[in-house]
């Protein structure tokens, strides 16, 4: 695939995204579901923006994949974004649970999409560098913060609320529940961690004796 084809892609994935968070955050404020605090207080919003961001910046510059620092950060978006696919995938969307996402397209677009294209894109086009070995454990950094803001949030309003039912303690019998399907998720990261970092030290290591 040529540079030019691939940054269009990207691009195109980016404006995608975009346009999806943007509808998600005007419906649902016009509709009173919705505040700006509480959109941006789901993992689905903060991976798939984080995900934009990426993306645009890989459009502009490619030769990003070479660098150590970036593809860090790149490696974090792609295990999120794949973790929210999952999550979604599994727990979710089986059992009708309402995500807060207004319309089929921007769920479509925010779950499934996204995640896949992202996970694709490092699949096809992983870091030309060699990642840390520590790169997992600091790529848990972010979603264990955000479980630590979710909840402690949640109790603090006076009408408590929390993104996802498994991390309310009225949806799952208490704060025990809370820890067991949390536990579960962030052993769900760290496995999409490692996966990713082989998956980029496999490439650097055959670059290297190319």
Do not use: K
């Amino acid at each position: 695939m040529s540079q030019t084809t691939l940054r269009a892609l990207r691009l195109s994935l980016a404006s995608l995204l975009v346009v999806a968070l943007f509808a998600q955050l005007v419906i649902g404020m016009s509709r009173a579901e919705l505040t700006v605090v509480n959109f941006f207080s789901f993992f689905t919003i903060l991976s798939n923006t984080a995900a934009v961001v990426v993306l645009i910046i890989l459009a502009g510059r490619p030769e990003l994949t070479s660098s150590g620092v970036f593809s860090i950060i790149r490696g974090a978006v792609t295990v999120y974004m794949s973790v929210t696919g999952l999550v979604y995938a599994v727990l979710l969307a089986p059992t009708g649970i309402d995500v807060g996402l207004t319309e089929p397209w921007v769920n479509w677009s925010l779950h499934v999409v996204g995640p896949l294209a992202v996970a694709a894109d490092w699949i096809a086009h992983p870091p030309d560098t060699e990642l840390p070995r520590s790169a997992p454990i600091m790529w848990l950094v972010f979603p264990a913060a955000y479980l630590v803001y979710t909840l402690i949030r949640g109790a603090l309003l006076d009408v408590p609320w929390y993104p996802y039912p498994f991390l309310d303690p009225a949806e799952t019998g208490g704060y025990g529940g809370v820890a067991m399907w949390s536990g579960v998720v962030l052993v769900v990261i760290l496995a999409f961690s490692y996966a990713c970092q082989w998956w980029a030290t496999r490439r650097s290591s055959s670059l290297a004796t190319a």
